[in-house]
């Protein structure tokens, strides 16, 4: 599951501050009272350099699209954590490197990663959440793009197997072709996958 990107020291005061370095990407917010189980009112101020944006999360449960309203409902949850990718084909005419990012596809839905600048070795630490029906025996696919201007340019993709349900397992795959996994391109994505049988288990 995704790890805490950073904490306050957990004390009884009406107002906390942290600051944080963070890298581009997704976080969540999560306040908490002092004593467990006592309900209450907070006051959010998000501070940053860049431009950023924010909602408030409402819903316990993920919003089933209407076009599956006649299928089961979703009952598991699948984490995928896209690590790095290594060794990536030059992309640069001048210098060497490349700007690579990387989707994360399953069942439909679909998740990218930041867009690492200026190399063929890019460390992600990048996390997603699925919510699947049957994630025993199916698996999640990972592409790798390179980031362009005018039109981004593939790279290869991997599809890693689920396994089985609580454990966690690091994959490190050589990327392929589309739909042609004979067909080995330069370059390896590390990616860890687990997944849970309840949605509510983490």
Same mark, same amino acid.
């Given at each position: 599951m995704?790890?805490?990107a950073?904490n306050?020291?957990?004390?009884?005061?009406?107002?906390?501050f942290g600051k944080?370095? /963070?890298s581009e990407g997704r976080?969540?917010?999560?306040?908490?009272?002092f004593?467990p189980g006592?309900q209450?009112?907070? /006051? /959010?101020?998000? $501070?940053?350099?860049?431009?950023?944006?924010?909602?408030? @999360?409402? %819903?316990?449960?993920l919003k089933?699209?209407?076009?599956?309203c006649?299928?089961?409902?979703?009952?598991? &949850?699948v984490?995928? %954590?896209?690590n790095?990718?290594?060794?990536l084909?030059n992309?640069n &005419?001048v210098?060497e490197?490349?700007d690579?990012?990387c989707?994360?596809?399953?069942?439909g839905?679909?998740?990218?990663?930041?867009t690492i %600048?200026?190399? &063929?070795?890019?460390? $992600?630490d990048?996390?997603h959440?699925? $919510?699947?029906?049957?994630?025993?025996g199916?698996?999640?696919?990972v592409?790798?793009?390179?980031?362009n =201007?005018?039109?981004? %340019?593939? &790279?290869?993709?991997?599809?890693?197997?689920?396994?089985?349900a609580g454990?966690?397992?690091?994959?490190?795959l050589k =990327?392929?072709?589309?739909?042609?996994?004979?067909?080995? @391109?330069s370059?390896?994505?590390s990616?860890?996958v687990?997944?849970?049988?309840d949605?509510?288990?983490?």
């Amino acid at each position: 599951m995704p790890q805490s990107a950073g904490n306050v020291t957990f004390t009884n005061s009406r107002s906390v501050f942290g600051k944080f370095e /963070l890298s581009e990407g997704r976080y969540v917010c999560i306040p908490s009272t002092f004593k467990p189980g006592v309900q209450g009112s907070y /006051l /959010l101020r998000v $501070f940053t350099e860049h431009a950023s944006s924010g909602k408030e @999360l409402v %819903k316990e449960s993920l919003k089933v699209p209407s076009w599956r309203c006649c299928t089961s409902q979703y009952n598991s &949850l699948v984490s995928v %954590k896209v690590n790095s990718v290594n060794s990536l084909p030059n992309q640069n &005419l001048v210098s060497e490197g490349a700007d690579p990012y990387c989707i994360v596809k399953m069942e439909g839905q679909q998740s990218r990663t930041p867009t690492i %600048k200026d190399t &063929l070795t890019a460390t $992600f630490d990048s996390s997603h959440v699925f $919510f699947t029906k049957r994630p025993a025996g199916s698996s999640v696919k990972v592409e790798v793009w390179d980031y362009n =201007l005018v039109k981004d %340019k593939f &790279l290869g993709e991997v599809n890693v197997p689920c396994g089985k349900a609580g454990e966690a397992r690091v994959h490190t795959l050589k =990327l392929h072709e589309r739909k042609e996994e004979s067909k080995q @391109l330069s370059g390896t994505v590390s990616v860890t996958v687990e997944w849970f049988d309840d949605c509510t288990s983490r």
